[in-house]
């Protein structure tokens, strides 16, 4: 690169970083998240707190990094300090509602060992976990923020769930890996979702953007690997089963049964020793 060429480019990028009026505290945020998941857990934390006045001034020292780290962000809908305090007397709620969703992974998931290690170890139960942080932010106007703290989890999981989606209680992730749910997205109680897991829009059109575009699952629904269920309208009934690889854009009704049926075509050569030719 010429002199004159980068003094014109650095000239270009001092105008663009100019024009940012706030850099938003995102790694720091996404931090103070993984150490609020640390005390409601102490099965994710490096050290376990051990006693009560241990436990309330570190409660205290997080919501005071939280009204700060907040005191950034602009636009907010309610003083920083005010929706720190908010935010946080919510947590024995947030506590409560995480371990429905490790207890009923733990019953729906026969390779699971315990509470214990799905707390510390499993990907969707993270994922939720800091989904239910996200979208307790989204639902308070807080702009942003809720956004990085969403795509964290879904850079640390390969797990992507917009915070807006709203999710009921006892929820499973199984596996987790490719799972989308986006913005619109509404989930009932006791829903299992496997890996692949598609919850979209028929469209990606910007003019649908103020309206709902994502499904609706109600209760006790199992999805299996690789379904993808689209649209606003689409409504899958309580006590449904929707099997793996299935393309759904219409409701199905309650105590539904959907699988995708695949041909599996065989043929073998006279020779043992030839190859296997399959045709699906």
């Not at 650095?10 to 706030?22: D, G, K, M, S, W």
């Not at 996404?30 to 857990?41: I, K, T």
């Amino acid at each position: 690169m010429s002199t004159a060429v980068a003094e014109r480019f650095a000239e270009q990028l001092a105008q663009a970083h100019a024009a940012v009026p706030n850099i938003l505290p995102g790694p720091a945020f996404c931090a103070l998240a993984e150490q609020v998941l640390a005390v409601l857990f102490p099965e994710r934390a490096i050290r376990p707190l051990t006693s009560t006045d241990a436990i309330v001034a570190t409660l205290y020292q997080l919501q005071a990094e939280l009204s700060s780290l907040l005191s950034l962000v602009p636009e907010l809908p309610a003083p920083p300090a005010k929706l720190a305090a908010t935010l946080f007397d919510q947590l024995p709620a947030l506590r409560s509602a995480l371990l429905r969703d490790a207890t009923a992974t733990l019953a729906a998931d026969p390779a699971a060992q315990g509470l214990a290690e799905i707390i510390s170890s499993y990907p969707g139960f993270y994922a939720t976990a800091l989904h239910r942080l996200a979208h307790a932010l989204h639902v308070r106007g807080v702009p942003r923020l809720p956004r990085l703290l969403s795509e964290y989890a879904h850079r640390e999981t390969g797990i992507d769930i917009h915070p807006g989606a709203r999710i009921g209680t006892s929820f499973c992730i199984d596996h987790g890996t490719g799972i989308v749910i986006g913005e619109t997205a509404q989930i009932g109680a006791h829903v299992q979702i496997y890996q692949g897991v598609t919850l979209g829009a028929l469209s990606v059109t910007k003019a649908l953007q103020s309206l709902k575009r994502h499904p609706t699952i109600e209760d006790h629904v199992i999805i299996y690997a690789n379904a993808t269920i689209l649209g606003g309208s689409t409504v899958i009934g309580t006590h449904s089963i929707i099997g793996g690889n299935v393309w759904l854009t219409e409701s199905v009704p309650s105590h539904s049964r959907v699988y995708h049926r695949a041909q599996l075509h065989m043929a073998r050569q006279d020779d043992p020793a030839g190859e296997l030719m399959f045709s699906i």
